[in-house]
């Protein structure tokens, strides 16, 4: 079984920042991208960054130079650090991974449970 976990939402005032944390843990042979999402109540998820095995990103029009993805391949984790906060920005964020168990398995899709995070006016 295959898990990621989000931490690090909560409440901020406009341009303030927030650091979001997600771990994959279970049977994992290896992961390939990474990403983070974004949905609000009644609209699609949204992408907002993802980043390869590699390192190679790529960020949502919106959020770019505010936003930053990296990540950890010998932890398992993904991370969003987030600048200049904008009430827009605020939304549930999922934590994404596209996973291999087994050496001779594809890759599945993987979700968190989301994270909320509200950006004050």
């Known amino acids: 079984q295959v898990q990621l976990v989000e931490s690090g939402g909560g409440l901020v005032q406009t341009g303030g920042s927030l650091r979001l944390s997600c771990a994959a843990s279970?049977?994992?042979?290896?992961?390939?991208?990474m990403g983070w999402y974004c949905q609000a109540p009644g609209k699609q998820r949204e992408l907002v960054a993802t980043?390869?095995?590699?390192?190679?990103?790529n960020y949502a029009n919106s959020v770019k130079d505010r936003f930053t993805i990296s990540r950890d391949n010998a932890k398992k984790m993904v991370y969003l650090q987030m600048s200049s906060l904008k009430p827009e920005d605020t939304d549930v964020y999922y934590c994404?991974?596209?996973?291999?168990?087994?050496?001779?398995?594809?890759?599945?899709?993987?979700w968190g449970q989301g994270t909320q995070v509200t950006v004050s006016s």
């Open positions: 994404n991974a596209q996973i291999s168990r087994t050496k001779y398995s594809g890759n599945s899709n993987y």
């Open positions: 980043i390869t095995a590699g390192g190679s990103t």
């Open positions: 279970g049977t994992i042979f290896s992961i390939s991208s």
